[in-house]
Structures are given as structure tokens and as C-alpha cells.
């Protein structure tokens, strides 16, 4: 709904790391069928790059998640991008589980674009995202 607000026009595209949940995925989703691939954040080349791109620190071991983050950055967004950084406090990570995700980029010394939470109707935080945007050319 924000991007639509905010004039863009949202096609999804996801990379999932276990061919059968993509596979069922294309079963279940078959006109974004060509919007679906497998690979390892870590290692995988996108086919063209994208305007915002939105992961989880949890997609990579502890060791790896600013590198995952930098990677992201720098070669799956277009200059002027958005790294949309969500969290749903499954993490045993601490800062993860308490939903700091701007504190971990700015920690990262990355510039934290915006913030926000997702409330249940009880007050309970279940969702935190954070969001850094890559400069321009």
C-alpha cells in the first residue's frame, strides 16, 4: 500500500534458498512463476537489479549478516535503492528477538532511512522493520 501511495508500482520477486518451496511457490503462483529463483543470498548473481529489495538478518549465520547486508546493498539494489530490513522476533539473536534492526545497521555504520512496528491489538510488537537506501550514482 505505501509504495502505491508513494507512485511505484510493486512487482514481487523472491530467491529462496530450497528448490521444492520455490517449486510450490510457481505451483501456486504460476503468472509470477518467472519472478521466483533459487540461491543463496550469499552467492547469488540477480539478473538485473532491483528497487527495493526486503530480507531478514536471519537469512545468514551471525558471521555473515553484514556482509549479507553490504552485499545486498551493492549488488542487488539500483542506485537510489531501499534495503528494507524486517524482523519478527524468532531470532535468539538479542538485539534481533528485541527487534533493534536499526540499531544493528546503524551499529553497521549504515544510515537508518526510516523505521517502523507492526502492533497486535493486545499492544504486543510482532514486527520490526528498518530501512537504509542506497545513494544515488
Known amino acids: 500500500m505505501w ?13 529462496d534458498l530450497i528448490d521444492s518451496l520455490a517449486a510450490l511457490a510457481r505451483n ?8 521466483l529463483f533459487i540461491g543463496n543470498v550469499l552467492d547469488w548473481r ?4 532491483f528497487d527495493f529489495v526486503r530480507t531478514e538478518l536471519e537469512y545468514a549465520p551471525p558471521s555473515h549478516r553484514r556482509k549479507m547486508v553490504e ?3 551493492h549488488e542487488y539494489l539500483v542506485p537510489g535503492g ?20 536499526g540499531e544493528i ?10 523505521e517502523a512496528e507492526g502492533v497486535d491489538t493486545n499492544g504486543v510488537v510482532f514486527t ?10
Open 3 to 15: 509504495a502505491a501511495e508513494e507512485g511505484y508500482k510493486i512487482e514481487p520477486y523472491g530467491l
Open 28 to 35: 501456486r503462483l504460476p503468472h509470477w512463476a518467472g519472478h
Open 46 to 49: 540477480p539478473p538485473f537489479r
Open 71 to 73: 552485499r545486498v546493498l
Open 82 to 101: 531501499r534495503l528494507i530490513v524486517c524482523s519478527y522476533g524468532s531470532s535468539r539473536h538479542p538485539a534481533l528477538k528485541a527487534g533493534h534492526i
Open 105 to 114: 545497521l546503524r551499529d553497521w555504520c549504515y544510515s537508518v532511512a526510516g
Open 128 to 137: 520490526r522493520v528498518a530501512w537504509t537506501d542506497l545513494p544515488e550514482a
